[in-house]
T-cell receptor
Framework: SQQGEEDPQALSIQEGENATMNCSYK?????LQWYRQNSGRGLVHLIL?????REKHSGRLRVTLDTSKKSSSLLITASRAADTASYFC???????????FGEGTQLTVNP | KAGVTQTPRYLIKTRGQQVTLSCSPI?????VSWYQQTPGQGLQFLFE???????NKGNFPGRFSGRQFSNSRSEMNVSTLELGDSALYLC??????????FGSGTRLTVV
């Protein structure tokens, strides 16, 4: 079963706009990770934020983590058509080594 | 360096048959995990192997099994295939508590 939920389920924006995706989870975590998937292929690791971190940046990506609310957000700035993909958050619990994925957000960036 | 390699990429099997999927992790990665992805259930954790030992197991029936060899390569086996086993099977490897590197997956279709 999925640990958390992501919203929105689908997001359609124009090139150059920012895209924000949210993720909620239920248990205590060691870290939270964001992945991208193109058309049913493998997942690509984007960024990892540890439970003691609140914000992290990588290029056009910005991730925030609020452990009190058990939620995270992924911001993609200045989006490009090539950013079109499904984005998943995944949590790694403190008590184990498995990743538990959210349901994903399908992002479409229109040129 | 080479990524995670999964073989075969596509597979069509008949109900009742069994199937073996293979995964070669990134060199030096000792942890290998397997996930099943379906439109209805999303990404679900199957199991994780570390140094030839199953370290974690998801909620799948005993028909799903796996193993890891001394060179960290892993195989998963599904016996007595059912139509519902049709899915994208993803393998991922990691070195530690960092991000996972996923393979491109094996698309299994059971007819």
């Amino acid at each position: 079963s999925q640990q958390g939920e992501e919203d929105p389920q689908a997001l359609s924006i124009q090139e150059g706009e920012n895209a924000t995706m949210n993720c909620s989870y239920k248990t205590s975590i060691n870290n939270l990770q964001w992945y991208r998937q193109n058309s049913g292929r493998g997942l690509v690791h984007l960024i990892l934020i540890r439970s003691n971190e609140r914000e992290k940046h990588s290029g056009r990506l910005r991730v925030t983590l609020d452990t009190s609310k058990k939620s995270s957000s992924l911001l993609i700035t200045a989006s490009r058509a090539a950013d079109t993909a499904s984005y998943f958050c995944a949590t790694r619990e403190t008590s184990g080594s498995r990743l538990t994925f959210g349901e994903g957000t399908q992002l479409t960036v229109n040129p | 360096k080479a990524g995670v390699t999964q073989t075969p990429r596509y597979l069509i099997k008949t109900r009742g048959q069994q199937v073996t999927l293979s995964c070669s992790p990134i060199s030096g990665h000792r942890s290998v995990s397997w996930y099943q992805q379906t439109p209805g259930q999303g990404l679900q954790f199957l199991f994780e192997y570390f140094s030839e030992t199953q370290r974690n197991k998801g909620n799948f029936p005993g028909r799903f099994s796996g193993r890891q060899f001394s060179n960290s390569r892993s195989e998963m086996n599904v016996s007595t295939l059912e139509l519902g086993d049709s899915a994208l099977y993803l393998c991922a490897s990691t070195q530690d508590l960092g991000g996972y590197t996923f393979g491109s997956g094996t698309r299994l279709t059971v007819v």
